[in-house]
């Protein structure tokens, strides 16, 4: 009887002990994923108050850059010196590339391409997989036509035609539009020609979302005849 008992007493102390440790295991595992619950809200909070604060900083900027675009005197490098400091404030946000992109804009204002286009190869690096990087791509090459650079205006030319030839390009269009007016303006007309009637006949079936171009070319290609 004694043995029994004690086989018995250890056989509760075992399932008892056995009981303890998968309950602690339990409560740690419980006390990990409520930290980590607690973790995740509070950095979605801290992303949340960031985005929140970026946007504030943003939009406060633009109301300042659309007075300024009004006045006689507009204080380019003021305001650029605004959005230099909250690009750094805010180098986390997804509002950076709008930053930018307003950069770029106050710079070519203030007449300094050369900085422009330092800052849209910074962007169109950082937005490879983006929707509209041939949109910059676009004003890059554009910005480059307006050099006074052979070099740099090649390269450009080059771009833009790429450009107005890639058929998933959802801005071909324009592409090829500012094409033929770099053609135009450079007295290669058939080349202009060329391009606009790409654009025409390309449109002729497009219903659902013609290009707003495509008027304009048309009384531009009138002009070209001969």
Do not use: C
Not at 125 to 150: C, F, G, H, T, W
Not at 153 to 172: C, P
Not at 197 to 205: G, N
Request: charged letters at 20%.
């Amino acid at each position: 009887m004694a043995s029994q008992k004690i086989t018995r007493s250890n056989l509760l102390e075992t399932i008892s002990n056995a009981v303890f440790t998968q309950s602690r295991h339990f409560f740690m595992f419980l006390s990990v994923l409520v930290v980590l619950i607690v973790l995740f809200f509070s950095y979605t909070l801290w992303v949340a108050n960031r985005e929140q604060s970026a946007q504030y900083d943003f939009s406060t900027l633009v109301a300042e850059y659309d007075v300024m675009v009004r006045e006689k005197d507009p204080q380019w490098a003021l305001l650029l010196d605004k959005f230099e400091k909250n690009y750094e404030k805010h180098s986390r946000s997804s509002l950076l590339p709008y930053y930018q992109e307003y950069k770029v804009n106050i710079l070519l204002k203030n007449g300094d391409k050369d900085a422009a286009l330092v800052t849209l190869d910074s962007m169109i690096n950082d937005m490879q997989s983006s929707p509209i990087l041939a949109l910059y791509e676009m004003q890059r090459a554009l910005i480059k036509l307006d050099s006074a650079d052979v070099a740099v205006i090649s390269a450009g030319l080059t771009s833009l035609k790429n450009l107005a030839d890639d058929t998933n390009n959802i801005y071909r269009d324009s592409a090829q539009f500012y094409l033929g007016r770099y053609y135009w303006a450079t007295d290669r007309i058939d080349l202009a020609r060329n391009v606009w009637q790409h654009l025409v006949d390309e449109q002729q079936d497009e219903k659902i979302a013609a290009s707003p171009w495509v008027s304009q070319v048309q009384e531009l290609l009138k002009l070209t005849i001969v």
